[in-house]
């Protein structure tokens, strides 16, 4: 069952199923690497929104992204638009919770929030760590 909720929630509690903050460190990645040997936090949020919006909530997303990207301990963030354009999917690596909790409290990062929930249906953010990575080389 997922634990969806509107995108302005999200500005209450980013993390709302999440544990205690984590001190991991990272050296600097300049870009997505799925490893299960690092100690880097992975958030992905499922963006539900009707076809006819998807494109501009997507567009938001890339701003808030390049935005993002500015912020310590980023790493990668990947969007991807499910072709029913129903979904938005976000993967973000990140150097640490803490740092990435730290970026979301940003009011920059904040100030777009009002017309997202205007794009979308419901936003369910997670974080993750990597298990196991099985490639073409395994």
Request: aromatic content about 8%; proline content about 6%; charged content about 25%.
């Given at each position: 069952?997922?634990?969806?909720f509107?995108?302005?929630?999200y500005?209450?509690?980013?993390?709302?199923?999440?544990?205690?903050?984590?001190?991991?460190?990272?050296?600097?990645?300049?870009?997505?690497?799925i490893?299960?040997?690092?100690?880097h936090?992975t958030?992905?949020?499922i963006?539900?929104?009707e076809p006819?919006?998807?494109a501009?909530a997507?567009?938001?997303?890339?701003?808030?992204?390049r935005?993002m990207?500015?912020?310590?301990?980023?790493?990668?963030?990947?969007?991807?638009?499910?072709?029913?354009?129903?979904?938005?999917?976000n993967y973000?690596?990140?150097?640490?919770?803490?740092?990435?909790?730290?970026?979301?409290?940003?009011?920059?990062?904040r100030k777009?929030?009002g017309?997202f929930d205007q794009l979308?249906?419901e936003?369910?953010p997670?974080?993750?760590?990597?298990a196991q990575v099985?490639?073409?080389?395994?």
């Amino acid at each position: 069952m997922r634990s969806a909720f509107r995108p302005r929630d999200y500005l209450a509690s980013p993390f709302p199923n999440s544990a205690s903050s984590s001190n991991c460190q990272s050296s600097e990645v300049p870009m997505t690497q799925i490893r299960a040997d690092n100690q880097h936090v992975t958030q992905i949020t499922i963006v539900d929104s009707e076809p006819d919006k998807q494109a501009e909530a997507l567009s938001v997303m890339i701003e808030r992204a390049r935005f993002m990207a500015r912020q310590p301990g980023f790493i990668s963030i990947s969007l991807h638009r499910s072709l029913d354009g129903r979904r938005i999917v976000n993967y973000v690596q990140w150097q640490n919770r803490d740092l990435l909790r730290s970026a979301h409290q940003s009011p920059e990062f904040r100030k777009e929030w009002g017309h997202f929930d205007q794009l979308t249906d419901e936003i369910d953010p997670n974080l993750y760590e990597v298990a196991q990575v099985i490639d073409s080389g395994q």
